[in-house]
């Protein structure tokens, strides 16, 4: 059976209906979009999944380019591999499954087969930090950042929201290095409106804030914008970042910030060890900067199991809980 008629196979009243997931995941589509984008645009795009091509997407790409789509079945590091092979002669792979697989599993053949060789493989790691919820702590990534940026010559990249993914993977059509993308599972709230540009390695400044400033990547980015808003309207001065690419980070925007607000605060869903968080903490220390930093994200625990929502209240990672951390370092100034 080839990857069209897969993907285009028969549904089971039964199943989990794994195809329907575009429908409630609208977020889901917009990977394959993009892609279907460069494609269009003659670049030599190749997709692989390894047997999530449902729960990220990339059925659409498969049923529109079924030559261009390989389902590896569940062998994470062997896709991997593959797609370093293909970069070889001169193919534009892009390879993804869940993020507790991809940033973990396979980091030995990211490390030495893409990034060592220097192959322009672009790595899709999905359903990141806790978003897998009752799927279990197996399933969490909350250690991926750390992992991937540690690697040399490996790009790191956690959009917001689908029209910022599309953004970041257009972006990437002639980016020279390997990309890790770190995405969630498509449910996520939009930040930003379809074609808003993105530039790898900047980071975009929503607001300044005098007293603190928070400094999100990913899934956090909304819930800060919210939380930033209402403290705002109540008198306060607070800024947001959204640092999209965290390697390389925008340093020139950390400083900024550093020199306008009293507190910075990182907001990010991953452990706060290795993360966005230690990455803006390296700036202000290089820099010398004597700006208090206060990383706001999983405080060095293995995650627990629930529903993703009530993980996000848990760890105060919504609205609500990164708005009570913000307060809670705001009546510190």
């Known amino acids: 059976m080839n990857a069209h008629q897969f993907a285009a196979g028969p549904q089971s009243a039964n199943s989990w209906q794994y195809r329907a997931l575009n429908a409630?995941?609208?977020?889901?589509?917009?990977?394959?979009?993009?892609?279907?984008?460069?494609?269009?645009?003659?670049h030599p795009v190749l997709a692989g999944s390894a047997d999530l091509q449902y729960s990220n997407g990339l059925n659409k790409f498969a049923s529109?380019?079924?030559?261009?789509?390989?389902?590896?079945?569940?062998?994470?590091?062997?896709?991997?591999?593959?797609?370093?092979?293909?970069?070889t002669t001169g193919h534009m792979p892009f390879v993804a499954t869940f993020?507790?697989?991809?940033?973990?599993?396979?980091?030995?053949?990211?490390?030495?087969?893409?990034?060592?060789?220097?192959?322009?493989?672009?790595?899709?790691?999905?359903?990141?930090?806790?978003?897998?919820?009752?799927?279990?702590?197996?399933?969490?990534?909350?250690?991926d950042i750390a992992t991937m940026r540690a690697i040399a010559d490996l790009t790191v990249i956690s959009?917001?929201?689908?029209?910022?993914?599309?953004?970041?993977?257009?972006?990437?059509a002639n980016w020279p290095q390997p990309i890790y993308f770190r995405i969630s599972r498509g449910r996520e709230p939009d930040?930003?409106?379809?074609?808003?540009?993105?530039?790898?390695?900047?980071?975009?400044?929503?607001?300044?804030?005098?007293?603190?400033?928070?400094?999100?990547?990913?899934?956090?980015?909304?819930?800060?914008?919210?939380?930033?808003?209402?403290?705002n309207a109540e008198g306060r001065s607070v800024g947001v970042i959204d640092m999209a690419t965290v390697k390389p980070l925008d340093r020139e925007a950390v400083l900024r910030a550093a020199g306008l607000s009293r507190i910075l605060m990182t907001a990010e869903e991953h452990n706060v060890?290795?993360?966005?968080?230690?990455?803006?903490?390296?700036?202000?220390?290089?820099?010398?900067?004597?700006?208090?930093?206060?990383?706001?994200?999983?405080?060095?625990?293995?995650?627990?199991?629930?529903?993703?929502?009530h993980l996000y209240a848990h760890y105060k990672l919504d609205a609500a809980g990164i708005e009570e951390i913000a307060r809670t370092a705001l009546a510190k100034i």
């Open 99 to 143: 993020a507790s697989f991809l940033g973990l599993l396979c980091c030995e053949q990211i490390r030495m087969d893409v990034a060592y060789c220097a192959q322009p493989v672009r790595l899709v790691g999905h359903h990141t930090g806790i978003s897998l919820g009752f799927y279990g702590t197996s399933h969490h990534a909350t250690e």
């Open 273 to 309: 060890l290795g993360g966005l968080g230690s990455a803006v903490a390296e700036v202000l220390a290089d820099e010398g900067c004597g700006v208090k930093l206060l990383r706001h994200g999983i405080y060095d625990e293995y995650s627990l199991i629930a529903p993703p929502t």
């Open 159 to 172: 959009p917001a929201d689908g029209p910022q993914l599309a953004a970041a993977i257009k972006a990437s």
């Open 191 to 231: 930040v930003y409106e379809r074609g808003t540009p993105f530039a790898i390695g900047k980071a975009i400044e929503h607001m300044q804030g005098e007293e603190l400033t928070i400094i999100a990547c990913g899934l956090p980015v909304h819930p800060a914008l919210e939380a930033a808003r209402k403290l």
């Open 64 to 87: 529109k380019y079924p030559d261009r789509y390989v389902q590896f079945g569940i062998s994470e590091q062997n896709m991997v591999t593959a797609a370093a092979g293909l970069a």
């Open 24 to 42: 409630s995941n609208p977020g889901l589509d917009f990977l394959s979009d993009a892609l279907i984008e460069l494609v269009a645009e003659g």
